[in-house]
Structure formats: structure tokens, C-alpha cells
């Protein structure tokens, strides 16, 4: 009777030898792996270990500017910049980056303002606020349509759906300043139609002021 399925195969045996010389052949090949992976994960802990000295330093560093921004010192400032640029990409390093722009827009130094965030590797968590840091500066300077566009940059950085909807209508106002009373109210409306955002009713409210028209006597 002819054989069929895995009856038909033929049975599979492990040659010792054969194993030992596939294991000579590839030997080094193994070799070299394991110490690449060796190298890679203890590389991976080294940098975490790092990174978070670096958080640390960052911090203290920051809450160190903070104190002299408290004290009303006039080294603040350059404490505040030293500290973004040391430590840019950490928490610390973005906060202070942040106060330091924002202490520029208010004395009217935008453009220095909006170098140093333009520079700035922040993390994650701070990506939003940059962006809305941003558009602020340009709304000092009356630049709306550049406002609006980072307002709503912001909004696609941000993580918070109660954020989002803030930042929208903070581009919906930019849109407004700037003439732009069509895409306002679509952006208002957008807020308008969401009963659960705290936006909402504000978003009723300026789709009507920006859609009525002016009936002539």
C-alpha cells in the first residue's frame, strides 16, 4: 500500500557530524553576533543611564535659573539660555528654552525669541508648547497667518484632547486678526459641533459673529 501524508516522508535524523561542521563553518559568524548584540544592549543601558544623569542635571540645572528668575536677578536670563543649550532635548533644557523665549517676546525681542525655538529639540512633551510659543510671538508682532499656522501646528503636536480643542480656537482667533473670517468659522465650528468640548458654547457664539451679515436699511 503506497504511503501518503507525512507517511511518505522520509524520517529526518541529525547527523552529529554534520551539525559539529555547520557549527565550525558558522562559528565566527556566531561569534561576531553575540558580541555585536553584547555590545548593542550594553550600548542601549549606558545611553539610559546617561540620558537620565543628563535629566537630572537638566533639572537642577533649570530649577537653579528659576531661582534667580525668582529673585528678580539680572543674570536670569543668560542663566535661562545657558541651560537650554547645555541641556537641549532634556525637560529641563526645553523649559528653560521656553521661559527664555517668552522673556524675549515681552521685552519685543521677537526675533531672538523665535531663534532659540526655532533651534530647540524638545521632547515629546513639550513639542506643543513650542509651536504654540510660537504663534504667540507672531501674534506680538501682529503676524496672524503665521500665528494661526503654528497655532495649529500645536494642535497636531498636542496630546490631550481638551488642549487640542484650546489651541484650535487660539488659531481661529489668529485666523480672525487676520481676515480670515471663512476659515475661522470653519475652525469654530468645527469646536461648535463637539457638545462634549469645553470650547463648544465659544465656538456657537463666534461661528454667529462671524457669519452674520450686515442687512442694509
Same mark, same amino acid.
Given at each position: 500500500?503506497?504511503?501518503?501524508?507525512?507517511?511518505?516522508?522520509?524520517?529526518?535524523?541529525?547527523?552529529?557530524?554534520?551539525?559539529?561542521? *555547520?557549527?565550525?563553518?558558522?562559528?565566527?559568524?556566531?561569534?561576531?553576533?553575540?558580541?555585536?548584540?553584547?555590545?548593542?544592549?550594553?550600548?542601549?543601558?549606558?545611553?539610559?543611564?546617561?540620558?537620565?544623569?543628563?535629566?537630572?542635571?537638566?533639572?537642577? =540645572?533649570?530649577?537653579?535659573?528659576?531661582?534667580?528668575?525668582?529673585?528678580?536677578?539680572?543674570?536670569? #536670563?543668560?542663566?535661562?539660555?545657558?541651560?537650554?543649550?547645555?541641556?537641549?532635548?532634556?525637560?529641563?533644557?526645553?523649559?528653560?528654552?521656553?521661559?527664555?523665549?517668552?522673556?524675549?517676546?515681552?521685552?519685543?525681542?521677537?526675533?531672538?525669541?523665535?531663534?532659540?525655538?526655532?533651534?530647540?529639540?524638545?521632547?515629546?512633551?513639550?513639542?506643543?508648547?513650542?509651536?504654540?510659543?510660537?504663534?504667540?510671538?507672531?501674534e506680538g508682532e501682529q503676524k496672524f497667518d503665521l500665528a494661526a499656522e503654528h497655532y495649529l501646528k500645536a494642535?497636531?503636536?498636542?496630546?490631550?484632547?481638551?488642549?487640542?480643542?484650546?489651541?484650535?480656537?487660539?488659531?481661529?482667533?489668529?485666523? =480672525?486678526?487676520?481676515?480670515?473670517?471663512?476659515?475661522?468659522?470653519?475652525?469654530?465650528?468645527?469646536?461648535?459641533?463637539?457638545?462634549?468640548? #469645553?470650547?463648544?458654547?465659544?465656538?456657537?457664539?463666534?461661528?454667529?459673529?462671524? *457669519?452674520?451679515?450686515?442687512?442694509? #436699511?
Amino acid at each position: 500500500m503506497t504511503k501518503t501524508g507525512g507517511a511518505a516522508r522520509p524520517s529526518i535524523t541529525a547527523d552529529p557530524e554534520s551539525l559539529l561542521d *555547520t557549527f565550525q563553518l558558522y562559528k565566527k559568524q556566531i561569534s561576531v553576533t553575540a558580541v555585536v548584540l553584547a555590545v548593542v544592549v550594553g550600548g542601549a543601558f549606558m545611553w539610559r543611564a546617561n540620558s537620565a544623569r543628563r535629566e537630572t542635571q537638566a533639572e537642577k =540645572a533649570f530649577f537653579e535659573a528659576m531661582n534667580l528668575v525668582s529673585q528678580r536677578d539680572a543674570k536670569a #536670563p543668560d542663566a535661562l539660555m545657558k541651560v537650554s543649550q547645555r541641556y537641549d532635548g532634556t525637560a529641563g533644557g526645553a523649559q528653560a528654552a521656553l521661559l527664555y523665549a517668552q522673556s524675549r517676546f515681552d521685552e519685543g525681542k521677537y526675533a531672538d525669541g523665535q531663534k532659540l525655538l526655532d533651534g530647540l529639540k524638545a521632547p515629546r512633551a513639550f513639542v506643543s508648547g513650542v509651536e504654540a510659543l510660537k504663534a504667540a510671538g507672531y501674534e506680538g508682532e501682529q503676524k496672524f497667518d503665521l500665528a494661526a499656522e503654528h497655532y495649529l501646528k500645536a494642535v497636531d503636536k498636542a496630546e490631550l484632547q481638551g488642549e487640542k480643542d484650546f489651541l484650535k480656537g487660539e488659531a481661529a482667533r489668529a485666523l =480672525a486678526a487676520a481676515g480670515k473670517r471663512t476659515e475661522a468659522a470653519k475652525l469654530w465650528g468645527e469646536l461648535a459641533d463637539k457638545p462634549d468640548s #469645553p470650547m463648544s458654547a465659544e465656538g456657537k457664539i463666534r461661528v454667529g459673529e462671524l *457669519t452674520v451679515t450686515t442687512v442694509k #436699511p
